[in-house]
Each structure stands twice: as structure tokens, then as C-alpha cells.
């Protein structure tokens, strides 16, 4: 049997098909543009995120009792209060045995809070990935011990090294995620339902005429099967006596009616608009124009409950009956989520203008996006000035335009962060600023824009300045000290010296007069030994070559018949100037303290946290219960001034750290812990853990 395909069912399956793939166009971009807000929202919040709040932490139970793990805990719980549909706010971290939490935005009693250091055995391979590519990304939805999720994370960085310190991550849950897709896409849906009713009901009555009775009862039979099946509130009402002649299931079950109490009642009947004007204004377009699309309108169910709802409708002939076949899409829940979304935004723009700090946000072309200056700014000018505008165009003061300018393209260009110091001169006093720029990068890893983020240093800045004065007057102070005890202890010596010679034969007298120049000598030792430790910190850290350095300290030292060996290579440091005398008192240690020492070795290691340069002697060793003491300040002694207390000291400077491995009675071993970025090889001026 053949059947003739007609016209109207080509333009019924054309829609169907156009309908789908709009569907999915849809519900594809919906999901692409909340990614995008989400991952937005999670630059946003970790561009406040302090890192070396972070870098003090070490990822355990222990870190609770710490300042800055309170801060930032406090932190993640405003973030997930400022925006509802952020479920959970944290921050993760690497190490050998798996990603872990640092800090989550749960209270400790909660049934889903992490405390720090916890193993997040569910992480996937894209977010352990994120510690390596360093790269901002969504992920999701997937499912873990806490429910089903979308997450957006963002690398938090050191700004002045660039080095990965945590990952931030902020969790929706997924079905709030979807619910938000299906409700864009429900409207394409009843759209296209409509175009087809319409379409299906349109060529319908084009064969009336041929097939009377069959036509209208197949034709009745579709209408109503798309009718009474489709989830968007449907009715049809005549269009003279306003009554309505039909509705379907989702229109009587959201409204709380029965049919009986619908069929023949007006839409004034029902007070089914909560705005009688608005139905007016609806009943004179349509006869006018004949239809009416996506009004927002409020519409009042049964018991006096309004919900928010999206009226479409069309004129159509019923069994020759002129008609209105009316659509309403259930748009509660968007509007609330709508409602929440602009809530939440303006709570974070709120936020971010409470900070101390300017920030601005720029697009890849350099026009001002956002622009928030803080409450006691003295900067410039009110934001709505920046906005929409060109950075050239708004011109900032010298040399602040000229620096801000050149950090702008510096991470436009490479995507790395840049920072800057400037000073300008506001109302005749002079101010410092402190200036970071970061930059915004797509899913592709291509920069979308960047961020700027302004703190006023001044006070800082004063205090190092008042601090350096006063640290040059001590030390002018202790020079001149210094200078006038050698002077004393020069006469002391000489009267010394006139009393033995004057108390020949008197041996009593004389062993005491030795006793005194004995002490007068520790004294001068003690006096030139201060002033080594008065330079500590005084002149700026640097690079400095560790296999130089060694021997530059052991040519200060009478190394007898000991033999040595520096295997070094060409690593560098970055250390105290007197790194120098911290290495002389290494070896005078071993000289000094490990008995029958024969040949002292230096060599060093790379870890995943740094390198470790290993010192080591075959000497006596030192005992288990001795390995921390000898670090220790020791009050009258010369070890308190040189030794390995000043040691420790000067290493302590720039963050390396030592101790004493050895075994008793095979030799002492000292190591001294670099950690990543404090050191480099010769010719390459990158800093290894960079």
C-alpha cells in the first residue's frame, strides 16, 4: 500500500528534526555558559586566596591550630554563603601519597566536612593533571563519597615566583545542574510543540475537505495526543465567549483544578491572571495580531499560590469554532535560581569592594570589565569611568600608566604573572603601591583576559625604611662599642703583661695573671666573632656557587691532613652573604668536635620538594640525644656567637633548613634542605620547583 506523504508532514518533520537539534544546540551552550560562570566564579574568589597563608600549612590535623588555616576556612565558608548553588569551597594539595585536602568550607561537625590532610581518593586524572599544567578547567559531572558534582578549579600561585601552591575547587551539585539546563531547553521544546500542533493542525484542516469524518478524527486524535502529553501548561478556550473548551493534564495538575472545575469557565472565572490588566492587555494583542509569544506573566493556581510562568498563544479553528490555543511554561524555579544568581553576584561584587585592595578585570582587547576600588580608595575616579573603556584611553598617572601598562602585556604575551612597585604623589604625600597581574585562561588554554589587583604599601613601605635606619644605627652603635673594648682589652693586656714581669718568682700570682689573659683573649674572640653575627641580614640574600662557597669557607679553617672532597657540580643558592662563614663553622665543627677525622665529603641530592646538600665527616659522630642541642644557643661560650647556632641562623634567612643525620660513632652528617626555587644550576637563570 502506498501512502502519500503531503506537504505539511515534510514541514512537521523538518520541525521535529530542527526542534532536536535546537534541543541539543540548547541544552549544549546552556552547559558551555554555566561552565564558563562557574569557572568565573572560581577566579574571582581565588584571586583573594593569600598563598602564603597556604604555604604555611603542611597539610595535616596540626594545621587546625594555625592563624592562617582559620583564615582560610573562614574563607571557603563565605564563599559557598556568598553564592547558594556552590555547594562546597576548598583547597587541595600534591604529594607522594595522593591529592589531599588543606581546607574545605564545611564546619567541623558537619557530616561531609574534610579535615586537613584527608586523601581525596576520588580525584580524577584531569584535576591530578592540574597540578602539572598549571591550568584553570571544569570538570563533571562525576560522583564521589559526597554526592555527584560539576567542579571548577584554579591554580593558586605564588606571585612572586609563579610556583603552583594549591588547587582551589568549587562544587555544584549535578542536579542542580541539570534541572538549570532542562529548564532552557523546555522552552525550545514547547516551542516546537507548538509549531507542530499548529503544523499538524494546519494541514489537518486543508483535507477536511476530502475526507471529512477520517481527517477530523485522526487529526483530534494527534492534537489531543500532543496536547494531554505535553508537560507545558496547555488549554484552549473559544474566542467569543471566552470559555474554555479544553485543557490538559500538566494545566489541571499545576493549576490544582479538576476538569470539571475548567470546562467552561473563563480565564476571569478562574482569576488565572494575578494582573487583570495584563489579561486585557493579552486579549487585545491576540486580536490583533492573532498570536503572542514568551509574555512573562503571574499566574494564580487554585489555593492563591502564584507561580511565574511564560504565556504563549495562537488563534486556531476547532471543529470550526474559532479558538486560542494558550501555552504556559512552568518558569518558577528559573526565576528563583535567576533571583539567587543576581543575589549571589551582587553579594561578591559587595565582597570584593569591601577588600583594601583595587581590582580590575580587563578582556584579551584591554577593555575595563569590571573595576572595584576599596571603600577608603585615593586612587581615582568612580568606576562607571573605567568600565567599557580602552586602559589607553582612561590614562592612569606616571609612571603608574607606563608600569601598569607593561605588566598588562608582559602576561597578555605569556600568560605568566607580573608584578611592580610605583610610586605616585596623592595630595602632596607620597604613596606606594604594590601592583599583581594575573591572567584569565580559557578551556583551551588561550588568555580571555586578565585581572589586576592594586594595594596601597605605604605603611610598609615606611616601616622598612624606619627598620633599615635603625638596624644601620645599632650596628654604628656596636662598631663604635667594639671599637673602644679592643682599646680596653689592648691596655688590659699591656698592665697584664707589666704585672708578670713584676711578679717574677711569685708563681701563685702569676698562674692567676695567666688566667686573666686567657680570659681577656676569649674576650677578643667573642668580640670579633659579634661582629660576623652583627652583619646577619644585613645586606640583601643572593646566588652564590655552593662548591665556591665551601671553599672559600675551608680556606679560613687549618684542615691539618684531613682530606676533602666537593662534589657540587654547578648548583647555586640563593643565601645569606655570610653563607660563607656558616660553612667556615660546618668545618670548624668537625675539626673541633669529631675526634680522629681523616677525610670530610660534601655532595648533594635532588628531591621532589628541593635539593639537599648532605656534609659529612668520618669522625667520632655525634649522639642521638646531642643532634638538636648542638644547635642551641649555649650561654657563656664562644659557640653561642660561632658555631652551629649561627649557622642555623644565617640558613634560616632564605628558608633552608639544617640538621644532623649521622650515625654515633661512624661520623656526623649534616643536611641542609633547599626547598623549590632557592636553587638553580650555573647558566640556567631558572629556578628549579619553578
Known amino acids: 500500500m502506498t501512502r502519500n506523504i503531503t506537504w505539511w508532514q515534510v514541514i512537521a518533520l523538518v520541525i521535529i528534526i530542527a526542534g532536536v537539534l535546537l534541543t541539543a544546540w540548547t541544552a549544549q551552550q546552556q552547559d558551555q555558559q554555566l561552565r564558563k560562570d562557574l569557572l568565573t566564579k572560581a577566579r574571582i574568589a581565588a584571586e583573594n586566596i593569600d598563598p602564603a597563608m597556604v604555604e604555611t600549612l603542611n597539610g595535616s590535623p596540626s594545621d587546625i591550630a594555625s592563624p592562617d588555616y582559620q583564615h582560610l576556612k573562614v574563607q571557603m565558608a563565605r564563599i559557598t554563603a556568598a553564592d547558594p548553588s556552590v555547594r562546597f569551597a576548598y583547597l587541595m594539595g600534591q604529594r607522594p601519597d595522593g591529592v589531599f585536602f588543606y581546607v574545605d568550607s564545611e564546619p567541623a561537625d558537619s557530616a561531609d566536612y574534610s579535615p586537613p590532610g584527608q586523601v581525596y581518593t576520588e580525584v580524577t586524572d584531569r584535576i591530578v ?15 564521589d563519597r559526597w554526592g555527584t558534582w560539576v567542579t571548577s578549579v584554579v591554580p593558586v600561585t605564588d606571585q612572586e615566583t609563579g610556583q603552583l601552591v594549591a588547587l582551589f575547587a568549587m562544587d555544584v551539585d549535578a542536579r542542580y545542574w541539570t534541572y538549570t539546563i532542562a529548564k532552557e531547553v523546555a522552552a525550545v521544546i514547547a516551542v516546537t510543540l507548538l509549531m507542530l500542533v499548529l503544523v499538524v493542525t494546519f494541514g489537518l484542516t486543508q483535507r477536511r475537505n476530502r475526507r471529512e469524518q477520517q481527517r477530523l478524527a485522526a487529526s483530534e486524535d494527534k492534537f489531543s495526543r500532543a496536547f494531554h502529553t505535553n508537560p507545558a501548561l496547555m488549554a484552549v478556550s473559544s474566542i467569543e465567549e471566552d470559555k474554555f473548551l479544553d485543557a490538559n493534564s500538566s494545566f489541571l495538575e499545576t493549576l490544582g483544578y479538576s476538569r470539571d472545575e475548567v470546562i467552561g469557565r473563563s480565564t476571569s472565572d478562574l482569576g488565572l491572571f494575578s494582573d487583570p490588566y495584563q489579561r486585557e492587555v493579552i486579549q487585545r494583542q491576540l486580536k490583533e495580531t492573532g498570536q503572542i509569544l514568551d509574555v512573562d506573566v503571574k499566574v494564580t493556581r487554585k489555593n492563591n499560590d502564584v507561580l511565574d510562568g511564560l504565556f504563549s498563544a495562537i488563534t486556531i479553528d476547532v471543529a470550526g469554532v474559532p479558538s486560542v490555543l494558550m501555552v504556559i511554561l512552568d518558569i ?14 551582587h553579594r561578591m561584587r559587595s565582597l570584593i569592594a569591601s577588600m583594601d585592595d583595587l581590582v580590575f578585570v580587563l578582556d584579551q582587547e584591554l577593555i575595563f570589565r569590571e573595576y572595584y576600588e576599596p571603600h577608603n580608595g585615593k586612587l581615582f575616579v568612580r568606576p562607571e569611568f573605567f568600565i567599557g573603556r580602552h586602559f589607553d584611553e582612561v590614562g592612569f598617572p606616571e609612571p603608574a600608566n607606563g608600569i601598569i601598562r607593561n605588566a598588562l602585556m608582559h602576561t597578555l604575551q605569556t600568560g605568566n604573572p607580573a608584578k611592580a612597585e ?15 597581574i594575573t591572567a584569565f585562561l580559557g578551556s583551551d588554554g588561550s588568555r580571555t583576559g586578565l585581572t589586576g589587583v592594586v594595594r596601597d604599601i605605604t605603611d610598609r613601605k615606611l616601616t622598612e625604611d624606619t627598620l633599615l635606619k635603625v638596624n644601620q644605627r645599632l650596628n654604628v652603635i656596636s662598631r663604635l662599642t667594639r671599637r673602644e673594648l679592643t682599646n ?15 711578679a717574677h718568682g711569685q708563681e701563685r700570682i702569676i698562674e692567676s695573671i695567666q688566667k686573666c689573659e686567657l680570659a681577656a683573649r676569649s674576650i677578643s674572640q667573642i668580640t670579633e666573632f659579634a661582629r660576623d653575627y652583627q652583619d646577619l641580614g644585613e645586606k640583601p640574600p643572593a646566588w652564590q656557587n655552593v662548591k665556591m662557597t665551601l671553599l672559600f669557607g675551608l680556606s679560613h679553617v687549618s684542615m691539618r691532613d684531613v682530606q676533602h672532597s666537593i ?43 628541593g635539593v639537599t646538600i648532605f656534609l659529612e665527616d668520618d669522625g667520632t659522630g655525634i649522639p642521638y640525644e646531642r643532634k638538636e642541642q648542638i644547635f642551641l644557643h649555649r650561654e657563656g661560650s664562644i659557640t653561642m656567637i660561632r658555631g652551629l647556632f649561627f649557622t642555623r641562623e644565617i640558613l634560616s634567612i632564605t628558608g633552608l633548613d639544617i640538621r644532623e643525620s649521622g650515625e654515633p660513632g661512624k661520623g656526623a652528617r649534616f643536611e641542609i634542605t633547599v626547598p623549590n626555587g632557592m636553587y638553580r644550576y650555573s647558566g640556567n637563570g631558572t629556578r628549579k620547583g619553578d
Open 567 to 609: 662534589e657540587m657540580e654547578n648548583l647555586e643558592i640563593f643565601a645569606d652573604p655570610l653563607l660563607e662563614k656558616a660553612f667556615q663553622g660546618l668545618f670548624e665543627n668537625s675539626l673541633a668536635h669529631g675526634g680522629h677525622v681523616t677525610r670530610i665529603r660534601a655532595w648533594h641530592t635532588a628531591t621532589p620538594e
Open 129 to 143: 593533571k592540574a597540578f602539572s599544567n598549571n591550568l584553570d578547567m571544569t570538570e563533571g559531572p562525576l560522583s
Open 422 to 436: 610605583y610610586g605616585l604623589e596623592i595630595q602632596n604625600v607620597w604613596t606606594w603601591f604594590d601592583l599583581h
Open 332 to 345: 518558577t524555579e528559573r526565576k528563583r535560581a535567576e533571583d539567587a544568581l543576581r543575589g549571589s553576584e
Open 488 to 502: 680596653e682589652l689592648f691596655v688590659l693586656n699591656s698592665y697584664l703583661e707589666l704585672a708578670t714581669q713584676e
